[in-house]
């Protein structure tokens, strides 16, 4: 066989498998394979097999030198395009103003609301050009990008197009969320509902048919959108062909993972303080839990109740966040690490959790997120003997070598 690149000498394969979302039990049942190597033609996945390879010709061959391999990981939420930061938040957070109070005040949200519209697009996507560098360093080939910090047309579609323009100019492989219902804009204070009819009659519409998102989300929360709002705009949004995600549970449980099962939300995120009735509705309606560990972590929060969830047949995501108030951290193996920690979840689970749950929570399941033949070549070498490692270290990058379709993009 002639392959485009053969990974050789790998010391442990670890790697969810299928097409879609593992749940229950199966989210542990991930496939460890010791002595093997991967050949990837035309950025896919050819052929994986044990011991030394015979009769391979190749145009790059890597030793991984007894190392560990896995799929790419697959960030399922960020707030990734944004103008500024919020460091000035911080004594304010170690002073114990809560989170929605700086929202309240006009802080928070509608702080980068104003730095965003601030910021030309060129800016825009240079800021954010960096940031995926820093990712991609870290091991995330495939990333899901929120808008929500624009809150009107010409600026929401400001972010989209941002992320638009990144997807065909570097490596990691992105997915827009359009969530104009990020909070209420400054100049709408005393008329929300004219702003969500504008969500609803202009931006939706114009998003869907420039095809600039492919997933509507919602902050479902006390003082920013309410369960029937957060309803009516996701039900708009689904007549337009946009699937819906939801920002629910994160700080007050006032029905976001209720209303998520009940209209089939493709996930529900956050889910901090998620009541049973919300992990019920979920299950029957088959959302996916994304969660956030990183944000609990940073917010001095408590942990959504992953176990449950896990229990009651809910599949479960882990994602970085990465946004510039509750968690200005894009490292997603910094979540993974606090989701193994905090969560009690399994390495095994966690794995699938950060790889094939996050892309079937992101529509690309088929593709990516596992290391099966057919699959795109999102391969990462780790410095690390097996899976337990990488959870057991934390705080440095592990990653050594990223490759995306079969190309090698990242090597220390
Ligand atoms: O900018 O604070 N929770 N949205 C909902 C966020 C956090 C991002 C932010
Ligand atoms: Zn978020």
Redesign the pocket.
Known sequence: MKAQLLIKNIGMLATACGNAAKSGQEQGEISIQENVWIAVDDGKIAQIGQGEPENMEAEQVIDAQKRLVTAGLVDAHT?LV?GGW?ENELALKLHGVP?LDI?AQGG??LS?VRSTRAASEEELREKTAAALDEMLALGTTTCEAKS??GLNLENECKQLRVVQRLNESQPVELVSTFMAA?AVPEEYKNNREAYIDQIINQMLPYVAEHKLAKYCDV?C?TGVFSTEESKRILLAAKELGLEAKI?AD?IDPIGGSVLAGEISAVSAE?LIVCPPEGIASMAKGGTIACLLPA?SFYLGATFAPARDMINAGVPVAVAS?F?????PNLSLQLAMNIACFKYRMTPEEVLTAATLNAAAAIGCADKVGTVECGKQADLLIWNAPNLNYIFYRYGNNQVDTVIKKGRIVKSK
């Open positions: 707030h944004f919020r989170y929202l928070g949200i980068t929500g910090y990020h902050f929360e920002h994160e956050h944000t966040d946004n510039p108030g509750s968690t």
